[in-house]
Each structure stands twice: as C-alpha cells, then as structure tokens.
C-alpha cells in the first residue's frame, strides 16, 4: 500500500495526466487549489475535469466517490485525505 505522500505524489500524476495539463505534477502544491484560476495560483480546473479526476480514482484507488463528495477535489491534499480515509474503512 502507498504512504500517503507516494499517494499525493499519484494523485499529482493523475491531474497531469487525465487532464492533460502541460505541467510538471511536482510543481503542484498538496494546497494548490485546482479550480482557481491560473491568476489566482490555482489550475483553472472546472466541472467536467473534476468528473474525470472522480474517475481517474475511482480506477487507480478503487474508491467511491458520491455526488456529496465532489468538494475534495479543491485541493490534491484533500482528495489525498479522501482515500486514506476510504481505504482505512475497507
């Protein structure tokens, strides 16, 4: 099982590579927030990427992620947190 900073570091990848994004994954921070815009310090995310980021974890962690759990994906620390916490449950 991955630590929880090989996790972020995954989770990094995956917004690179599920959006992708023409950044380094170590460039973003575990408080970067995804969907400020890239004037604000954030990616500039929207909507629809964050429904792909549900997918992207959903095949990379096996973890659910409901309609009511979509407010994780603000920061890759967060959605970190999300699996640790969904991973300890199983």
Do not use: H, W, Y
């Amino acid at each position: 099982m991955l630590s929880t900073t090989d996790r972020k570091s995954r989770i990094k990848q995956l917004v690179v590579e599920r959006l992708n994004l023409a950044i380094d994954p170590a460039a973003i921070g575990d408080d970067t927030s995804l969907f400020a815009s890239d004037a604000e310090g954030g990616l500039g995310l929207d909507s629809v990427d964050a429904l792909e980021l549900a997918v992207a974890l959903n095949a990379e962690f096996d973890v659910e992620i409901g309609d009511d759990d979509m407010g994780i994906f603000e920061t890759v620390g967060r959605m970190a947190a999300f699996v640790d916490e969904k991973l300890q449950l199983i």
